[in-house]
């Protein structure tokens, strides 16, 4: 796995963040500049799925922020046809 960061505005708030490429490219670990935001890991088809749900989106900030330099992340990803979310430890990465 590559560690290289990327600079990018965040795929939840559009601040300035960095990411990592996670799951064989499959995934991004997002680290958020914006303090009512923070760290999630999101899937590539997550992204695709939500790309126009600022609603939801919305709703995953303190979610995010809830993680940032705890044990947990958050993870968004695709289940189904419906996006799940949700907080899990970090040793499961
Ligand atoms: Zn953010």
Same mark, same amino acid.
């Given at each position: 796995?590559?560690?290289?960061?990327?600079?990018?505005? *965040?795929?939840?708030?559009?601040?300035?963040?960095?990411?990592?490429?996670?799951?064989?490219?499959?995934?991004?670990?997002?680290? *958020?500049?914006?303090?009512?935001?923070?760290?999630?890991?999101?899937?590539?088809?997550?992204?695709?799925?939500?790309?126009?749900?600022?609603?939801?989106?919305?709703?995953?900030?303190?979610?995010?922020?809830?993680?940032?330099?705890?044990?947990?992340?958050?993870?968004?990803?695709?289940?189904?046809?419906?996006?799940?979310?949700?907080?899990?430890?970090?040793?499961?990465?």
């Amino acid at each position: 796995m590559s560690n290289t960061k990327f600079s990018e505005s *965040c795929y939840l708030c559009n601040s300035d963040s960095n990411y990592i490429k996670t799951d064989n490219e499959k995934k991004r670990h997002y680290l *958020c500049s914006n303090e009512n935001c923070g760290e999630y890991e999101i899937s590539l088809s997550a992204m695709e799925h939500l790309i126009h749900n600022n609603d939801f989106k919305s709703q995953l900030l303190p979610l995010a922020k809830r993680c940032k330099g705890t044990d947990g992340l958050l993870k968004i990803s695709v289940k189904g046809t419906a996006i799940e979310a949700k907080v899990r430890p970090r040793a499961e990465v």
